[in-house]
């Protein structure tokens, strides 16, 4: 079925864009494979039937918050030569991290089964706009608005900071 | 999957890309003879009568410059740049709804190449990503005024992006439908002119701005500001590339005149349209929704000609401290109202 050829083409991209970004030489180059994941995850979202999330994902991680990483890299203009050191301490601490990272989603995935082969798309309204709002605005309107809360408490505590640095070199 | 469908869908999406890019290349022409007009002069006149062919003789000159790359930059985003600059510019009109349906060969075709149920927020995505473009070859020409010009262009554009967002929002409750068809429907009132723009005018001046600058015109052509950047993210450009960019620029401006006349200008309704009906409304509707895309590149371009530019601080100023509190004040008003006439109070 060609449905499901197209999944594993895109499950193939995604899996090889997102090893890209932890290969790729330089960090601009990282950031614009994670964008090109971005698109893919989109890619599979549009699969399930989820026009929306699949669009919103895009304008939210790939058109705002990937074009502050790309800012921030392009300022710093890092490269091989001027790149910080890192400890040998740090080092083995991320390893030790990111393998008991890999621990933990191996044994959350391990015992995961496959209830249907392929993906399901008929009839499938739940990622639609209606769909969704239903959803957010019934079921789920308590976390949806505590995350809004969390928002909006992260926004304080950075205006909060760039307020406060402002006025030290007021003293100053 | 029919056959009649899948001819009908290529040879609009054909139309569509043809259509737009002839447009592209005449609005160069287009803005000099209005530059000319404004300042009292007479514009380009020596290519073909009245210089009508001068945009094919530009062209030509791109076509036929050294394709150069500078030694110190990142070949490949280099040359991704402008293409992608291109493709996001071509992409979004795949969703702007060109006319009413038409009847021919026993069927009903749509001037549209997708109604996505979402088509608005395709069209903010498409946007989003366009900045890339501009990031990439800029940060890729290894040139310090071409970077300014990348981070001026992003940060402009996040900033900017957020205001259009809102006042978005604000005509997706006036119709309740993300897709532009619904939208456009719902403008049709009692006889073609219940346009959005008597309901929101407000809204209308909060887009118009930050189509502006989304568009990087003057007077929010900072990234390419040549007083300061010599040529902002284009600098080190060249050739058909730097012709990529500059017609990336020009597709836009016609895109973004076409979402303003579908949001705001009641897209193809005009007035006294009740009176046609069948192929002769869509012949009619077609043409009034392309009549007002060239009044709002006229209006684009008279504004590029009359006002100066912004300084940076003064961008930013308007866009997080007037743009987004008008457009949210708006967007609560316009809830009441309609709370309001839902009845509950």
């Known amino acids: 079925m060609s449905l499901a050829i197209l999944t594993y083409i895109l499950g193939g991209l995604t899996f090889g864009s997102a090893l890209m970004v932890v290969l790729a030489p330089h960090p601009v180059r990282s950031v614009l494979y994670l964008i090109l994941t971005f698109f893919f995850i989109s890619g599979n979202y549009i699969l399930l039937n989820a026009q929306f999330v699949a669009v919103v994902n895009i304008i939210v991680y790939a058109g705002a ?96 900071l760039a307020k406060r640095e402002k006025q030290i070199t007021n003293e100053l | 999957m029919d056959t009649g469908l899948i001819i009908e869908k290529s040879l609009l999406v054909l139309a569509v890309f043809g259509i737009t890019l002839l447009i592209a290349t005449y609005l160069t022409y287009f803005e000099r003879k209005v530059a000319a007009w404004l300042q009292d002069r007479i514009g380009p006149d020596r290519a073909g009568p009245f210089g009508i062919l001068q945009p094919l003789a530009d062209a030509g000159k791109m076509f036929f410059k050294e394709d150069f790359i500078p030694r110190n930059a990142d070949k490949w985003l280099f040359i991704l740049g402008p293409g992608i600059a291109m493709f996001t510019a071509l992409m979004t009109g795949a969703v702007i709804p060109w006319g009413p349906n038409i009847e021919a060969f026993g069927r009903s075709i749509s001037l549209q190449i997708a109604d996505i149920n979402i088509g608005i927020l395709f069209i903010m995505g498409v946007l989003s990503i366009g900045v890339y473009g501009i990031m990439i070859g800029g940060w890729a020409s290894n040139n310090k005024y071409s970077l300014f010009g990348a981070i001026r262009a992003s940060s402009q554009m996040i900033s900017y992006e957020l205001a259009m967002g809102i006042s978005v929002i604000t005509i997706v409750m006036m119709t309740g439908s993300l897709s532009l068809r619904d939208i456009v429907d719902g403008q049709h009132g009692s006889f073609g002119m219940g346009w959005n723009v008597f309901y929101q005018p407000v809204c209308f001046l909060v887009f118009f701005i930050t189509a502006l600058a989304e568009t990087n015109r003057a007077p929010f052509d900072l990234p390419e500001c ?19 960019f500059l017609f990336a620029e020009y597709i836009n401006m016609f895109i973004s005149s076409a979402v303003i006349a579908a949001l705001f200008f009641g897209g193809y309704n005009f007035p006294g349209m009740d009176a046609f009906s069948g192929n002769t409304l869509a012949i009619l509707g077609t043409l009034a929704f392309f009549g007002k895309i060239v009044f709002f590149i006229f209006v684009f371009m008279w504004i590029r000609w009359t006002l100066p530019r912004f300084r ?22 316009t809830g009441l109202v309609i709370a309001f006439n839902e009845g509950w109070f």
């Not at chain 1, 990937?66 to 040998?88: A, D, W, Y």
């Not at chain 1, 044994?107 to 706009?129: E, F, R």
């Not at chain 2, 940076?312 to 008003?333: A, C, E, R, T, V």
């Open chain 1, 65 to 160: 918050i990937m074009v502050l990483f790309l800012f921030v890299l392009m300022l710093l203009n890092l490269s091989k030569e001027n790149e910080p050191k890192t400890k040998n301490v740090a080092k083995f601490a991320a390893v030790v991290a990111s393998g008991i990272l890999a621990v933990v989603l191996i044994a959350a995935t391990k015992d995961t089964m496959i209830l249907q082969s392929g993906y399901q798309t008929s009839d499938n309204a739940q990622g639609l706009v209606e769909g969704l709002g239903q959803l957010l605005f019934t079921k789920y309107v308590l976390p949806f608005e505590i995350s809004s809360v969390l928002f909006l408490s992260a926004m304080v505590g950075a205006v909060l």
């Open chain 2, 312 to 333: 940076f601080d003064q961008l930013m100023h308007l866009g997080w401290k007037s743009l987004i509190p008008i457009s949210l004040i708006n967007l609560l008003i």
């Open chain 2, 226 to 244: 040549e007083s300061e950047l010599i040529g902002g993210y284009h600098t080190e450009y060249g050739s058909m590339k730097l012709g990529f």
